[in-house]
């Protein structure tokens, strides 16, 4: 008997495939436990209809990847860009307010993009060799978001328990930390960060 694989089942068939089977193991064990039909012309226009199908659903799922990748690569390409231009801002920054005298870069700018603040530090950190903290001004909200990041034995979360009393939240871990604070108290915050961080040779 020609039947047609509704199932794939192991060493026997695939799904799809035409196959001759005696007429006893298509009846009794193909047929009758789900694994194959009888080969007629209404099951082989259904078998093909059903591949019709799928590889039209293949079709659009490739299409469909192969969007989806494309706005991924957009995506990153914008983010790549976006950061180039927020660590060409931080480098001016530093160039012109003599960072390079004080122990640590503190940089910060509404011109940084929030979500940046991590990539950027640690772009400073490995560009200058110091300790980075980098934050995003929102004028609007009142608030600075930043990041630290730092090498060795300097210890970003420390820095931030020290300065604790000035800032809304923060975490993180020893090289790398992240924190939010009211843009009033940020001068304060600069302050007794900077006198930690000559306390503590850094």
């Known amino acids: 008997m020609d039947v047609i694989f509704i199932k794939d089942l192991k060493n026997q068939g695939k799904k799809g495939q035409v196959k001759t089977v005696k007429d006893g193991y298509a009846e009794n064990f ?35 990847a192969l969007k989806l990748s494309e706005e991924v690569y957009n995506m990153n390409e914008t983010r790549k860009s976006l950061t180039d231009e927020c660590f060409n801002t931080v480098s001016e920054y530093i160039k012109n307010n003599d960072s390079f005298s004080m122990p640590i870069i503190l940089v910060k700018s509404k011109e940084i993009e929030q979500g940046l603040t991590g990539l950027i530090a640690g772009k400073v950190l490995n560009e200058y060799g ?7 001004e929102d004028e609007e ?34 090289n790398a930390a992240g924190f939010s604070l009211n843009i ?19």
């Not at 110091?130 to 995003?136: G, Q, R």
């Open 184 to 202: 009033d108290k940020f001068d304060k915050f600069a302050e007794k960060i900077i006198k930690y961080s000559l306390e503590n040779n850094l």
């Open 130 to 136: 110091k300790t980075a903290i980098i934050l995003h």
């Open 30 to 64: 193909l047929i009758k436990n789900g694994y194959a039909v009888k080969k007629t012309k209404e099951n082989l226009l259904k078998l093909n209809q059903e591949q019709a199908k799928k590889a039209k659903e293949d079709q659009a799922n490739k299409e469909e």
């Open 141 to 174: 909200l009142g608030i600075c978001t930043g990041s630290i990041r730092s090498r060795g034995n300097n210890n970003a979360r420390e820095m931030l328990e020290f300065t604790s009393v000035y800032l809304n939240k923060f975490g993180g871990h020893k």
